[in-house]
């Protein structure tokens, strides 16, 4: 079952079930489930939604305005998981090559701290490259989606947008090169985990468009990531507490070659099989 959050006529957000390209509005009056952060927290969330859908209220996809399907969620993301991202930091960095080396090999993976939800762009919502960079790439993710006890509860699509020259001048630059106004993509919506088979073999597959033309495009595999979702999990887990849960981006395996960077009026778009396609355009300035 798949859950996104949706602009109501009203300017106040809904949530509702993606069934069929259509929208079925989540019954959220009744007190105790008023948000998407509180259905994760239920005990079945699947089961939850499915008390409070209102099919008979159900609206094609296309007219729904979507939301970033997150309320009060921190996002983190995970860094060099892939070989491929691990090659691309030691080209960007040379000062900081054996850091990104080594964080590959050792059982602590690379954790670092990426949105609020007010820096986090939904489907068709622009991402925005930063005003002070002139290297930049968007960065496909597998996202698990965590309640406050930590537990898997779905999965999303990620854009952890990056400034390769920010973070390649200095490694104590990453906070600068990933988290800032509109750094981070996530969407179309929520696949739930229960139900689903989990997407530890899914296709992950990025496509840059440039006036009308494909500049980018490149794919890799969840299979291909060296750590597995649970050992991330753990790791985010360690004396850390998560009141309003989390999205975890579990890093990118796909990363455009040196000579490439995004331009403002580039659209991206990331496909994760079993979730869907989240769509977003570049802005800059
Ligand atoms: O070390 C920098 C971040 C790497 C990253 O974001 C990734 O591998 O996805
Ligand atoms: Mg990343």
């Not at 969407?187 to 500049?215: C, F, H, N, Y």
């Not at 981006?249 to 580039?266: K, R």
Request: charged share 20%; hydrophobic share 40%; net charge negative.
């Amino acid at each position: 079952m798949k859950l996104a959050r949706y602009r109501l006529p009203s300017g106040a957000a809904g949530v509702g079930r993606i069934e069929n390209e259509q929208l079925w509005p989540l019954d959220l009056s009744g007190g105790q489930y008023r948000s998407l952060f509180e259905i994760l927290e239920s005990e079945d969330p699947r089961q939850t939604a499915d008390f409070l859908s209102r099919p008979d209220e159900a609206m094609p996809l296309v007219q729904v305005p979507l939301l970033p399907p997150i309320d009060r969620q921190e996002v983190w993301a995970a860094g060099v998981t892939y070989t491929r991202s691990k090659v691309a930091r030691m080209e960007e960095s040379e000062a900081a090559a054996s850091c990104y080396d080594r964080v590959y090999e050792s059982p602590r993976p690379e954790l670092f701290f990426k949105a609020t939800p007010h820096r986090v762009a939904g489907h068709g919502q622009p991402l925005r490259i930063r005003v002070d960079s002139k290297w930049n790439v968007p960065e496909p993710e597998m996202t698990l989606v965590l309640n406050s006890r930590l537990q898997l509860v779905g999965f999303t699509i990620g854009n952890d947008m990056s400034s390769r020259d920010i973070e390649g001048d200095n490694p104590l630059y990453l906070p600068q090169a990933k988290c800032y106004n509109q750094c981070c993509g996530l969407g179309p919506w929520i696949a739930l985990a229960a139900g689903m088979t989990s997407p530890e073999d899914a296709a992950i597959k990025m496509a840059i468009g440039r006036a009308g033309q494909v500049v980018f495009q490149g794919g890799t595999s969840v299979t291909q990531m060296a750590r597995t979702f649970d050992d991330l999990i753990s790791w985010l887990g360690r004396d850390n507490s998560f009141p309003n849960g989390a999205f975890l981006l579990t890093g990118t395996g796909v990363v455009p070659g040196t000579e490439f960077t995004l331009q403002p009026g580039d659209n991206v778009a990331i496909s994760i099989d079993g979730i869907g396609t989240l769509v977003n355009p570049i802005v800059q300035g």
